[in-house]
């Protein structure tokens, strides 16, 4: 479709992405009210649904804290700011694919009804996940107060930080709700591999602990690099270089071209699938 | 100028879809055919501005389809589709409300899905709300309303659009007899205003009161096309049935 007043849409013809790009910016008002529609019935119906969604990872800061700086003996100080610095990262990057799987999925059903830009939805997953992720954040803060971490400036770093880990993010929800489409199994695969993939990330250890020879794994792990530069700014209270972030920017570009152009190729084969 | 083109479209699909990466390599062991039906067939169709076409036929015959491709919501698998102005399809009411949302959320979720601005919602909500006689009932959440009243937001919300087209899926059948007259005379008025109508309905009658025009479709061809009080009339001779459901 080239512009809104002439559409012409022809057998076999993909998704061109600079057309879907325009889709979505004439559908501001949707992703608006999508986001809107998420983050309304998570939080304002109930205190606790925010509650319940920061119960989870208390938990698991608590146990890792025992596991870690008391059975361990691991020479982590303020073993909770390090751990939930990486975790909100973690998490946001987790559920955001999750909820962009599920959101293509609840959504066929209005996508059969209504023409509107297909990866809306997953845009739409990734722009809640950043909020959810920086209402996180203001928890942690919180946390650091009452035990007494220090707060520092490099702090005001942190959105950049984010802006790329959407930007990687995206990319990959794009590609899985794609491929998720065709194949619903993929789904279950992704979410057994998810704790895989945490683990081979130093979220609870430092990278020190990781054997010489399994390193390399770990480095390569993109999460690896994303968390590193939300921890940084919180827990050690260092700006990352330049290099860190032009890095990361550039393999989270490649991640968000990789994901549109299967999304793009994928679309149009969506009917009677969703 | 034609308001929708639709040039040799047919649409086909799978009759079992592959749904998972299981079933695939299951498939590919056993190297079955996978069945095939078309939704639509060659069909070639153009709708003038200005005008209104009934689409009448069986169940299955592909009327839904018909206006999903108009709508570009759906590729076709052969031929294309062409759309001029803006085309706003109504094809099923309460399409995406959400029923921890309000009445008021609703409208203003339910325009951006129809791709309306915040402007031009907040502009035409009050009109929305007296459409729809819920005021009262406005600000609680959806998931308190009856059925009824869900379908009066609904039909409020998709007529009260400023597209030059309009195609409408069988939305007439709700609501109580005053609920569906009011519906009704709003399709009068947009016809008046020289807006395009598809509307598809097992209600011959009213595609008769409404449109000029009439598509009869079955299994995914177009039979006939013509002035509607003709094609109707064939329509019902066919089936052997009176007038009237």
Known sequence: ???????????????????????????????????????????????????????????????????????????????????????????????????????????????????????????????????????????????????????????????????????????????LTAVCVFFADVREMYQAGLPALFYLTPAIYPISIVPERFRWLVELNPLTRLIALVREPIYYGRIPSAQTFASALAFSLIALLAGWMIFCRLAPRFDGRL | MNAIELQGVSVRYRRETIRSLKELVVRAASRREVPYFYSLRGVTLAVRSGESVGIIGANGAGKSTLLRVAAGIVTPTEGVAIGRGNVVPLLELGTGFESELSGRENIQFNGALLGRSRAWMRSQRDAIIAFSGLEPFIDAPLRTYSTGMVARLAFSIATAVDAGTILIDEILAVGDAAFRARCEERIRSFVRDGRTIVLVSHETEEIVKLCQRTVWLSHGEIIDDGPSAEVVAKYERQRGAPAAR
């Open chain 1, 1 to 175: 479709m080239t512009s809104l007043s002439l559409r012409r849409t022809v057998a076999g013809e993909p998704l061109r992405g600079l057309d879907e790009l325009r889709d979505l910016r004439a559908h501001a008002n949707l992703l608006y009210e999508l986001v809107h529609r998420d983050l309304t019935i998570r939080y304002k119906r109930s205190f606790f649904g925010f509650f319940w969604t920061m119960l989870h990872p208390l938990l698991l800061m608590l146990i890792f804290t025992v596991v870690f700086s008391g059975l361990f003996r691991m020479d982590t100080p303020h073993y909770e700011t390090y751990f939930l610095s990486a975790y909100v990262a973690w998490n946001f990057f987790a559920q955001t694919t999750i909820n962009a799987i599920a959101g293509l999925a609840w959504n066929g059903p209005l996508m059969k009804r209504v023409r509107v830009p297909r990866s809306i939805f997953t845009l739409s997953a990734v722009v809640s996940g950043i909020v959810n992720l920086a209402l996180s954040l203001v928890v942690l803060l919180v946390i650091m107060l009452v035990v007494d971490a220090p707060l520092r400036p490099s702090l005001a770093v942190l959105p950049v930080s984010f802006v790329i880990a959407g930007i990687f993010t995206f990319g990959v929800s794009l590609a």
